[in-house]
């Protein structure tokens, strides 16, 4: 809201910085896959006692990331050739 | 397209963002301080509320200009679009549960019959944790996204006959203070979580929210195509919008620090 606003170049630069905006165009996707590769990486620290949770955490929303982005990419070339037809 | 349309569902897209980084982090169990809480403990309550708050924001918008006609089409377009990827983080989830689906007994009916509410995405309904957080625990905010999205034509309809005007003010502060209330008369109350958080009728409210504001946008008539008179109306949102999601984070905060939530053998999925 504040980006459309016209009137905070601070609000703009932070709403409409890439890299948050390639995170909101995935979100539903994200959301949906992040808590599992969450409870996949504890399983596996857990399983091979390795430390460096914040490591733990990195692998797992990178990799909600990388699975998420193609998903939303299939997901939306699926809409538009629906739309043509 | 041009830069300003552009930008304009960039800004959307970037709170989205915000949102699912916040409720990402908030999973983060591990990350803790020097006294062992939760780093990011209470953001995710907060990053639902302007999840919610931007779907009926944002459904307002949309359906003014695209009436919506047929609301079983309009369900199952919606239901099309996310229940694929909901169905394969199901089976995902699936090795999580073996010993509950494999099992024998009570366990075993459980955990079957908490998959068949889950694949009809009705576990929200059911005031147990074990339950609305089986499988994949976030998939909750789908379950209860199915019940927003039938009741979407209702709002888009109603919401503009309830809140013309300055009723709109009015209208955001009986939604508010229903919700406060509703917060103070159910903490002690047995499934707390359920009530205050969960449950679809009361999150409802917080769709209703976002669509009120649409409506207050509607109402001043400011085209979508200008930019000036949109830049004006959403500045003059722009306040509400964070107020309100601040708000609804403090109520969140308020029950999330309850023992009776905090004990509980599940970990937190907002």
Redesign the interface.
């Given at each position: 809201?504040?980006?459309?606003?016209?009137?905070s170049s601070l609000a703009?630069a932070?709403?409409?910085?890439h890299?948050?905006?390639?995170?909101?165009?995935i979100?539903?996707?994200?959301?949906?896959?992040?808590?599992?590769a969450?409870?996949y990486t504890?399983y596996l620290w857990q399983r091979f006692h390795l430390p460096c949770?914040?490591l733990?955490?990195a692998l797992?929303?990178g990799a909600?990331v990388a699975a998420a982005w193609p998903?939303q990419k299939w997901?939306v070339s699926i809409?538009s050739r629906r739309q043509e037809t | 397209m041009n830069n300003t349309r552009t930008e304009k569902i960039d800004a959307f897209q970037g709170l989205r963002g915000f949102a699912i980084l916040m409720i990402a982090l908030s999973h983060c169990g591990g990350l803790t301080d020097e006294s062992g809480g939760k780093l990011f403990e209470y953001v995710g309550a907060a990053g639902v509320s302007l999840f919610i708050l931007l779907s009926g924001y944002l459904a307002v918008l949309r359906h003014t200009r695209r009436p919506i006609t047929d609301k079983k089409a309009y369900l199952f377009g919606k239901l099309r679009k996310f229940y694929p990827l909901y169905f394969v983080t199901l089976l995902i989830s699936l090795p999580f549960a073996w010993r509950s689906l494999l099992g024998v007994g009570t366990a075993a009916w459980k955990g079957w019959a908490n998959l068949l509410l889950n694949m009809l995405q009705v576990q929200t309904w059911v005031p147990k944790q074990s339950v609305y957080f089986s499988f994949n625990a976030v998939s909750w905010y789908l379950s209860l996204t199915v019940f927003l999205v039938w009741m979407t034509p209702w709002m888009v309809r109603r919401a503009a006959d309830l809140f013309r005007g300055r009723r709109v003010g009015w209208g955001l502060f009986a939604i508010f203070a229903a919700e406060f209330i509703w917060c103070v008369l159910m903490s002690g109350a047995p499934a707390v979580h359920w009530l205050l958080y969960i449950a679809p009728p009361v999150r409802l409210l917080d769709y209703l929210a976002g669509g009120v504001y649409a409506t207050s946008f509607r109402n001043r008539r400011i085209s979508l195509s200008g930019r000036g008179r949109m830049a004006s109306g959403l500045h003059w949102q722009r306040w509400h919008m964070w107020s309100s999601t601040d708000l609804i984070g403090r109520a969140c905060r308020r029950y999330a620090a309850m023992p009776a939530y905090g004990s509980s053998p599940t970990p937190c999925c907002s």
């Open positions: 809201m504040a980006a459309e606003s016209g009137k703009r932070v709403f409409t910085n890299v948050i905006v390639f995170l909101g165009n979100s539903f996707e994200l959301f949906l896959i992040h808590q599992l969450i409870r504890e949770p914040p733990q955490y797992a929303l909600s998903w997901s809409k | -």
